[in-house]
Each structure stands twice: as C-alpha cells, then as structure tokens.
C-alpha cells in the first residue's frame, strides 16, 4: 500500500505511515490495520465513526482500536472512508462490509507511538500486539 512501511520488530508489528495530511494519514493508517486482520470485504455497507482525543496520538490509537472493534465485534471490515480531523475530534465516514478473519490484533500500542507532522507531510509510528 503506497505511503506504509512495515519495518521488522522482534514480538509485534510495527507500521510506519506516511502521507501530505493528517486525514490522509489516519485512512492510510485504518486501511493498513484492516488489512492485516481481515480479508477484503464484501458490502456496500456505511458506517458513521468519530473519535475524540486531546492530541493526534490519542486519536490514532483510539480510532485504530474502533475500527479493530467494529471487526471483531460485527465482523465489518473497511473497504474504504474519508477522515475529517479537527482539534481533538475525528470522523470517519467508513464503507464496507463482512469480511473473513487474517490475523488477529490484540491491541494497538502506546509504546514508540508517534503522529504528527514530518519534514514533509505527516507520519505516524506506532506497533500492534499481534
């Protein structure tokens, strides 16, 4: 997926995501978590999501675990969406539907987590326990 690096880590997966803007960066980060626990969905479905947050690592972590959730709890998984990030608010307008399971994500993390702007564009780091 363009704009994802998956660097090695010895015990979890480690994503690194780059993109020209915060919204960007958070529908690269979505995508990328979705697509290694489910494989692609099929449904038109929409779902409406918003998050909030003190500052842009609260809100990648808690959006990523909502997505995680809708997965595991509906077995929706996102095909595609369009983010809207304002100060300590995300919305996610997500498409989708039913998908089947790749592997298993027990939680996003806060170690090494970074988000926000870079020397160009946005980046974000952060692991998932696997």
């Known amino acids: 997926m363009e704009g994802v690096r998956f660097p090695e880590h010895t015990t979890d997966l480690e994503l690194e995501v780059k993109a020209d803007s915060p919204e960007e960066l958070f529908r690269r980060a979505g995508l990328a978590v979705i697509?290694?626990?489910?494989e692609p969905p099929k449904g038109t479905d929409e779902k409406r999501l918003t998050v909030t947050g003190p500052d842009y690592e609260h809100l990648m972590v808690t959006f990523l675990e909502?997505?995680?959730y809708l997965f595991e709890s509906e077995g929706f998984a996102v095909s595609d969406m369009e983010v809207r990030v304002e100060p300590e608010?995300?919305?996610?307008?997500?498409?989708?539907?039913?998908?089947?399971?790749?592997t298993g994500v027990k939680a996003v993390t806060w170690h090494e987590l970074r988000v926000g702007p870079a020397n160009v564009g946005w980046e974000a780091h952060f692991i998932l326990d696997i």
Do not use: D, S, Y
């Not at 608010?89 to 399971?101: M, Q, V, Y």
């Open 89 to 102: 608010r995300l919305t996610a307008f997500l498409k989708g539907g039913r998908a089947h399971p790749k």
């Open 66 to 68: 909502e997505l995680l």
């Open 35 to 38: 697509g290694i626990v489910a």
